[in-house]
């Protein structure tokens, strides 16, 4: 566990992939146990700890993470992701579509969402269909490579793996991410997919915060980003 950022009322955490956020049906122990345990340990706390999980990141994406620890901060930050006041970006890398390159421009994608619960998947439509969900966000090309290139994604609705859904439905799914269309997994079994940075306003101080996660151990990341 990586911690970025931490104050009396938030903690931003690099999450890695592999690492589920909240405690689910497989047992595991999820992000939220360990960092509850960091703060009891540094600043020895008795009893229980207070930790407020305010968004969650898919288990093979890996980047940043911003938990509450006053419930102050945790109902602040409630509201401010419900208004679209914190800024998320994230990376992507995908292969290059047989069609053409995308274009550095940024463009918006929209697509209606359907969820299908057994799978735990998402698939998009071009057009509205029954029990979907508007899902739109904004994606620019920042390096081309030979095979892959990189992409930044900024969301504007938060929909089940909307990332990962929409990306696959213009021929473009994330490295690694066989659920949705990549012809092999990486070999750690995560998808390249990043939480890249954060920013917003603190709950508490009306501080103007933004963070950066840093890249991945693998090296595909650095090479698209230095071209």
Known sequence: MQVIYE???????NKA?????QGDKTG????????????????????????????????????????ARTSKALSRLNRMFANGEVHKTYWAITPIPNSQLLTP??????????????????????????????????????????????????LLTGRHHQIRCQLAAIGCPIKGDLKY?????????????????????HPVSGEELFFEAPLPEDGLWKVLLEL
Do not use: M
């Open 7 to 13: 104050d009396n009322h938030i903690l931003v955490v």
């Open 105 to 154: 421009r940024s463009q918006l994608l929209t697509h209606w969402l359907t969820r299908n619960e057994q799978q735990n998947k998402s698939y998009a439509h071009d057009h509205e269909v029954p029990d979907s969900k508007k899902a739109q966000l904004r994606l620019s090309c920042i390096a081309v490579g030979d095979r892959y290139q990189l992409l930044e994604v900024q």
């Open 17 to 21: 992939p592999g690492e589920i956020v």
């Open 181 to 201: 269309g990549s012809p092999r997994s990486n070999p750690d079994g995560s998808i390249s997919l990043l939480a890249r940075s954060i920013a917003f306003t």
């Open 28 to 67: 595991d122990v999820p992000l939220s146990d360990l960092v509850r345990q960091y703060i009891k340990e540094k600043y020895q706390k008795p009893g229980n700890v207070f930790l407020g999980v305010v968004h969650r990141l898919d288990r093979p994406v890996g980047g940043l993470v911003i938990f």
